[in-house]
């Protein structure tokens, strides 16, 4: 108690004497006086070099330093690529001073060279972002991701996703390498900021793009994590295991082994507790979020094919996986990785529609029961050779192997607006399938010249073969003045194949040197797809499934071939990206049924063009904009005039009249993060119509079975668009407050069918919401966040109603930090859905909390934890578009407790020497 007692008092003395300064100036080259522009600026202490803060000078080289210290002398560094660093020493006995005009010589030494002595916590290089992290102050044991939400202009949410000025990251690497696939949590999660050394952020880009200096993608990032030179070889890991009530597991571990060059890593882990192979808290940060994870609006997501979570069932999952990179040289590099997963997920799903049409309307209601069993095995290798300095050559192959088998049955009832009952359906259906795939991606790029011109060659080809059998009981009864009842008990053998090939070389010529480029381009690409199905009836006699049903069978082959040569101008300078590009698309889609005379073949040629235009008024401020025009050819599905009476309820024919439609793309958008503020700005809007857009054409008759065929329509368009805010600020060395404001904005406008009445629906959808988080140091972090959406749809028909839907969400995340080695988490959610119908849920409370104890010198942990802490976990969502209104409640994960034991171990150190055991 003493020694709190006099940290206490320590602390509220040195902050009672410091004071607030501001120092200022203007950076300028030391020959041509020039200004320069995004150096950077940090005053740090003299005695143990702390930093007190930072900026980045603006385009006429100008920086204010403001910060907060009870120093009275105090060293200024003076940071900028290609330039010697400068430091002056400062009395702050006058707070508030200005330098003047600091003049800084250009480096004689390697540019690379001078990045890496840089003590700056910020360089801006010509397409980099560079973080120092020891200039960045986190909690004892922190993970990059704990690094990440420190970083100015760099947002981290709770699941794990990355946004750098408001634009997603995409991609993770470690030393240049990826680390278990394109998962960016496993890396985060997992990697300590100990063993890092910088952060980089760029623009995404493949290995080919970055090796002939294209520009990359804008719109997402790729962050590089470089490990210590010094610290980059030994072995890290963790492993946990917990249980707890209602039969809820959870068990998993990494392991690491890093030296210089060669990384191997491996994992596993398994629960019944919605988790794709881990789980929520303590694991779930330990090992990510999932590999090829996708995350829907209802909460729910996917991994690998598989549904978690969001109230879409209960998911029992098993993972396993290895991770292996190696250097040979500095010219040839490998990365490889494989993953077996495996799930069981149990659904029960409640469905209430409301079908719209344009003389009434009709009320439908589901059960639906599913339980999946699936398998899969995934094999990803990434191989870099460069031959010599222009010349690089490129692999990536992918295998996966998957097994799939469900049961599923559904009970449907329709009634009309009279609640008079006219027909339902018993549906009984067990199935399964095994599939593999095999991608490959060969790129090789020649340099020549030295102004920046190259020829490249990308050639792909993919192959995949699905064989599925399934075994189906239906009854299904037509009530009214003709009512007939259809039974069916079959079996289905189906196989499917796909084969497609592509080549594409690309040839860029300098006009001007390193500026303005003509590319040439030609692209072919050839497809083959077979989808046979043999169809079965029970025959009573013979108690087996011996006769063909030709009716419902296929025996399809699919041919897809298209060429399309390309030309373009490429002008690039410092602040300036401009590209045109324009290309003719010659396609032809073929389509034969060997049960039947089905043979069809359909030309589609036609332009497709893309202009695209960004402007850097500065090294943090950038605007875009673009064009694109796109040719889409009906799918060979929506073309063939087979009728799929799979469904008897729901009857569809193709239309081999159908016409390829065009869509017409505008966006533009902004991005700004001023250092000196901390302040992030980002805006995008997009507008998209399209002509001879393909929709369904759907009848309904007197007993509500549905006849869907398709046409073409004009003047369908979308608009959509948001614009973000955020601010970082420290009210001291302790207390931060980062907080931001974000509004998400859609309008559609479709062309609709129904009951051959055609008429326009326009839905509008609003979604801002706002968000903060306060952080004491080593004390708590609290993070409110609240959205509200608000949808409407309405259409041109006097006898349709318009609809409006809201929904409020409140979020509240809290961590406490003391005392030192007790960590309580808690995740609050409160959800109030106003319009759903009687006998659904329209509001609920989600309470997630974990108490974590560490020991072992913060080495082991014990974690409770309680799952829905209120018991009140649902999942209700109403949905309505141009043809119905429904509300979906399905099965959710109720509540457990569960005690998690985890361990964490790492021999990393300076050149491999071993650290302390925390034993002992």
Do not use: C
């Amino acid at each position: 108690m003493q020694k709190f007692l006099f940290g206490f008092f320590f602390l509220f003395v040195s902050l009672s004497f410091s004071q607030d300064v501001q120092v200022s100036g203007v950076l300028i080259d030391g020959e041509s006086q020039d200004p320069l522009e995004a150096a950077t600026v940090f005053m740090e202490t003299i005695a143990d070099s702390t930093l007190i803060t930072y900026t980045i000078t603006d385009k006429n080289g100008k920086f204010i330093l403001e910060g907060k210290t009870s120093a009275k002398n105090v060293r200024i560094n003076f940071s900028y690529v290609g330039y010697q660093n400068f430091q002056k020493t400062v009395n702050l006995d006058t707070p508030v001073q200005d330098l003047g005009s600091i003049p800084i010589s250009v480096s004689v030494a390697n540019l690379d060279e001078v990045v890496v002595k840089s003590r700056a916590p910020i360089t801006i290089k010509k397409d980099t972002l560079e973080f120092n992290v020891a200039s960045f102050k986190t909690k004892k044991n922190a993970t990059v991701e704990d690094l990440l939400k420190e970083l100015p202009g760099v947002e981290v949410d709770a699941q794990g996703n990355i946004t750098v000025n408001g634009k997603p990251v995409n991609k993770i690497l470690v030393n240049g390498k990826p680390f278990f696939g394109d998962d960016p949590t496993i890396a985060t999660r997992n990697l300590t900021k100990e063993i890092v050394k910088k952060i980089q952020v760029t623009d995404t880009k493949t290995d080919s793009e970055a090796f002939t200096g294209e520009n990359g993608d804008e719109n997402n990032k790729t962050i590089n994590i470089k490990i210590d030179e010094e610290k980059n070889k030994g072995i890290f890991g963790r492993v946990a295991a917990g249980g707890g009530t209602d039969k809820r597991f959870e068990y998993a571990g990494l392991i690491n082994y890093f030296d210089n060059d060669l990384r191997i890593s491996a994992l596993g882990g398994g629960n019944n507790t919605n988790s794709p192979g881990f789980s929520f808290g303590e694991i779930e940060k330990m090992f990510g979020s999932g590999r090829h994870l996708n995350f829907n609006s209802n909460g729910s997501f996917n991994y690998n094919g598989m549904a978690f979570g969001g109230g879409d069932g209960i998911t029992n999952s098993r993972t396993a996986g290895a991770n292996f990179a190696k250097d040979f040289g500095k010219k040839t590099d490998i990365s490889t990785d494989y993953f077996y997963s495996s799930a069981n997920t149990f659904n029960e799903e409640l469905r209430n529609r409301e079908n719209i049409l344009p003389e009434n309307r009709y009320l439908s209601n589901v059960n639906t029961t599913s339980e999946t069993d699936s398998y899969t095995h995934t094999a990803n290798l990434k191989f870099n050779t460069q031959i010599d300095s222009t010349f690089l050559i490129a692999i990536r192959p992918q295998l996966s192997f998957n097994k799939i088998i469900s049961n599923f049955t559904k009970n449907e009832t329709s009634k009309n607006a009279n609640e008079e009952l006219i027909n339902q359906s018993v549906n009984d259906n067990h199935s399964e399938r095994d599939g593999n795939n095999f991608n490959n991606r060969l790129s090789v790029t020649k340099k020549y010249g030295g102004n920046g011109g190259f020829f490249r060659i990308i050639a792909t080809n993919k192959i995949n073969a699905i064989a599925n059998q399934d075994y189906i009981f239906s009854e299904t009864q037509i009530f009214g003045e003709d009512p007939n009842t259809l039974l069916r008990n079959q079996r289905t053998n189906g196989k499917k194949s796909a084969s497609e090939f592509s080549v594409t070389p690309q040839w860029r010529l300098p006009i001007i040197a390193d500026t303005l480029f003509l590319n040439l381009e030609y692209n072919f690409e050839n497809e083959k797809r077979k989808d046979r199905k043999d169809v079965f009836d029970f025959d009573e006699f013979s108690e087996d499934y011996t006769t063909f049903n030709t009716a419902q069978s296929t025996d399809f082959t699919n041919t897809n071939q298209q060429s399309s040569p390309e030309m373009g101008v490429t002008y690039t300078t410092g602040k300036i990206y401009a590209r045109v590009n324009a290309a003719y698309v010659f396609r032809t889609l073929e389509s034969d049924d060997a049960l039947r005379d089905i043979h069809f073949k359909n030309d589609f040629n036609a332009l497709e063009m893309s202009v695209n235009f960004r402007y850097k008024f500065s090294k943090t401020f950038s605007a875009f904009s673009g064009y694109y025009l796109q040719n889409t050819a009906p799918d060979i599905d929506q073309l063939s005039p087979f009728v799929d009476i799979s469904d008897p309820l729901n009857i569809t024919r193709g239309n081999p009249d159908l016409k390829p439609s065009n869509e017409h793309r505008f966006y533009l958008g902004a991005n700004n993060y001023d250092f000196k503020n901390q302040t992030g700005f980002y805006s995008y809007l997009n507008f998209e119509f399209s002509n001879d857009r393909v929709v369904p054409k759907t009848t309904v008759d007197e007993n509500l079975v549905k006849t869907t065929t398709f046409t073409n329509v004009n003047g369908t368009y979308s608009l959509s668009g948001n614009i973000g805010f955020n601010k970082s600020f420290k009210i001291d060395s302790l207390r931060t407050i980062k907080y931001g404001a974000f509004l998400y904005a859609t309008g559609n406008s479709n062309v609709n069918f129904n009951n051959n009445v055609q008429y326009n629906s326009t839905t509008i959808n609003y979604t801002p919401s706002i968000n903060a988080t306060f952080t004491w140091k080593d004390l708590f972090e609290l993070s409110p966040r609240y959205s509200y959406n608000y949808s409407t749809n309405s259409i041109d028909v006097s006898t349709f109603e318009n609809s409006n839907y809201t929904r409020h969400e409140f979020n509240l995340r809290t961590t406490t930090f003391v005392p030192k080695s007790l960590e309580w988490r808690n995740d609050f959610k409160y959800v109030y859905n106003a319009d759903v119908t009687e006998g659904f849920n329209r509001s609920y409370v989600f309470w997630n909390s974990s108490l974590t104890y560490s020991f072992l010198k913060d080495s082991g942990s014990a974690t409770l934890k309680v799952y829905d802490l209120l018991n009140q976990n649902s999942n209700v969502r109403r949905t309505s578009n141009q043809n119905y209104i429904q509300d979906v409640q399905s099965t959710v994960l109720k509540q457990y407790f569960m005690l998690t034991l985890s361990y964490k171990f790492n021999t990393l150190g300076k050149k491999g020497e071993i650290k302390d055991n925390p034993w002992d």
